[in-house]
């Protein structure tokens, strides 16, 4: 099984201080959709703040409602993956509760580490192996070093075509999950068959 933690604490700022995040709506909705549509069992929402986690437990029970399943009833679906927790080891104590066994811990980052996995290496584990997986993605500017040293795997950073590199998180959570669970859309027939040669006709033959 795949889960996803977002996490707002501990994560740097800009100028590479340990904050702790705000809750934003979008990473909330955004994520939980992308969660459901790849089948995640949980996204988990990191957060110590008692504020923080009333506004989305309040979000969470508003579309869990018969009103919120009326208005959208495949956003209170997305809703049904979200979780709220204070710190890490919560989530991962949970996932060990479920799953019987300790989850592999993935970090994504902008930067490259030494150690860096590729996204298809990772991909053919996930599928060889029966273990949970837990995908963290950090608020802010990034997840601290400390805490991805202590990870199973490091992703390498998400590059496009040129040479920005600062997707949202919400963004690279939707690229991440499709490299990992989505479909091997690069292996279709269609793109490894060779294209039908045209058949060229002569009329004054």
Request: charged share 25%.
């Amino acid at each position: 099984m795949f889960y996803i933690a977002l996490i707002h604490n501990p994560v740097y700022n800009k100028n590479q201080k340990v904050i702790t995040t705000t809750v934003t709506n979008l990473d909330l909705h955004d994520i939980a959709r992308a969660g459901r549509t790849y089948d995640v069992a949980k996204y988990y929402i990191v957060n110590p703040l008692d504020s923080q986690q009333e506004l989305v437990e309040r979000m969470r029970e508003y579309w869990a409602s018969d009103f919120g399943a009326d208005y959208n009833s495949d956003r209170q679906e997305a809703f049904s993956v979200l979780a709220i927790k204070s710190e890490l080891t919560e989530v991962i104590a949970e996932i060990e509760e479920r799953e019987g066994a300790t989850p592999k811990l993935i970090a994504s980052d902008a930067r490259e580490y030494d150690n860096s996995i590729g996204y298809l290496e990772l991909r053919r584990k996930i599928q060889a192996q029966d273990d949970p997986y837990l995908l963290l993605l950090g608020t802010g500017w990034g997840l601290v070093a400390d805490l991805i040293k202590d990870t199973d795997y490091i992703l390498e950073p998400i590059y496009g075509q040129g040479d920005y590199n600062h997707l949202s998180v919400r963004s690279a959570a939707s690229i991440i999950l499709d490299r990992l669970l989505g479909e091997e859309w690069w292996s279709s027939a269609e793109l490894t068959s060779s294209p039908p040669v045209p058949c060229v006709t002569n009329e004054d033959s």
